[in-house]
């Protein structure tokens, strides 16, 4: 019997990991934070996925945070801010075994999440797959993109990524994880503020490339200083690729505001900044970009943190 994979979050991507896993036959189990909250997923009949425009709806199976059963595979499927706060309320159920896989966008809280946890195996994803939820314990596949897993203490690949293979998740086990993890959250920084201050599509900062061009120098000099010069590499013209490939779509930061969701600026631009803080470095432009955001998001009534 395969190891089943529990998923805490069942926002885009936690709901988009899980169907493809039932789809292929995998035991999937989908943690939800209350009764009431299961109660609703059980009145939906499970999981809906919409591919193609074709809908599948897959039953699998709910359970609430303190269901006994031992948790020996997670995926951390969760907002970064709430990433830490969720595993540390699964902590009593995981096996000495366990190991965690966490989607969380930007840096900060997979450390948070690793010190609550000490004796599991933390692996850090980077995803540039797209999906979004068009209504309840539904989500709709709308970019097939690509997943890095890592773990920058122990690099040796684990024996389940078999299962992504039959779920036809596209991936690959990286020994630098931390490379694709701080050039993601460069492009997300370059990318993400400006579309919510700008007001716009992805593709409206065709319109204000002088002010790109300008935070993917700052945030290239972080990278070098921070030991990523991979990361630097080329990393304006990488921003301007996204925009462009990108052009239709609303960055997640963007939505985030649209909808009036808690974005996650700390571990993005917030992270950006207090590094830089501590390396003693002036970026400017990074740093004005910041409390414009915060300003904005306060003046909507949003938190700014």
């Not at 980077?126 to 690099?155: C, I, K, M, Q, Y």
């Not at 900044?273 to 955001?293: E, F, G």
């Amino acid at each position: 019997m395969s190891t089943p994979w529990h998923v805490l979050g069942a926002g885009s991507l936690g709901t988009l990991w899980a169907t493809r896993l039932a789809r292929a036959g995998l035991p999937v189990r989908l943690i939800l934070r209350d009764p009431m909250r299961l109660r609703s997923y059980e009145a939906a009949g499970g999981l809906t996925l919409v591919e193609n425009g074709q809908a599948s709806t897959y039953a699998v199976p709910g359970e609430t945070v303190d269901n006994p059963a031992p948790i020996r595979r997670l995926l951390v499927a969760c907002k970064a801010y709430d990433a830490e706060e969720a595993v540390a309320r699964l902590a009593p159920r995981l096996a000495p075994d366990a190991e965690l896989i966490l989607l969380q966008n930007g840096l900060g809280s997979q450390d948070a999440v690793a010190a609550r946890v000490p004796l599991a195996r933390c692996i850090s994803a980077s995803s540039t797959e797209g999906a979004f939820r068009d209504g309840a314990w539904r989500v709709v596949f709308a970019g097939h993109g690509f997943t890095w897993l890592g773990d920058a203490g122990h690099p040796v690949a684990p024996a389940w990524l078999d299962d992504l293979d039959a779920a036809k998740i596209p991936h690959e086990w990286s020994t630098d994880i931390l490379t694709r993890l701080w050039r993601k959250l460069a492009l997300n920084c370059a990318i993400n503020p400006l579309t919510v201050l700008h007001d716009c599509r992805n593709g409206g900062l065709q319109q204000h490339q002088c002010e790109v061009a300008t935070l993917c120098g700052e945030l290239a000099e972080l990278l070098e200083r921070c030991g990523q010069p991979a990361a630097a590499d080329n990393l304006q013209q990488e921003v301007e690729r996204v925009i462009h490939a990108t052009a239709a779509n609303y960055s997640s930061m963007y939505q985030d505001v649209a909808n009036r969701r808690r974005t996650e600026i700390s571990y993005l631009l917030g992270h950006a900044c207090t590094v830089a803080a501590r390396h003693q470095m002036n970026l400017p432009h990074l740093s004005q970009l910041q409390q414009r955001l915060i300003s904005h998001l306060r003046s909507r009534g949003l938190p700014s943190d």
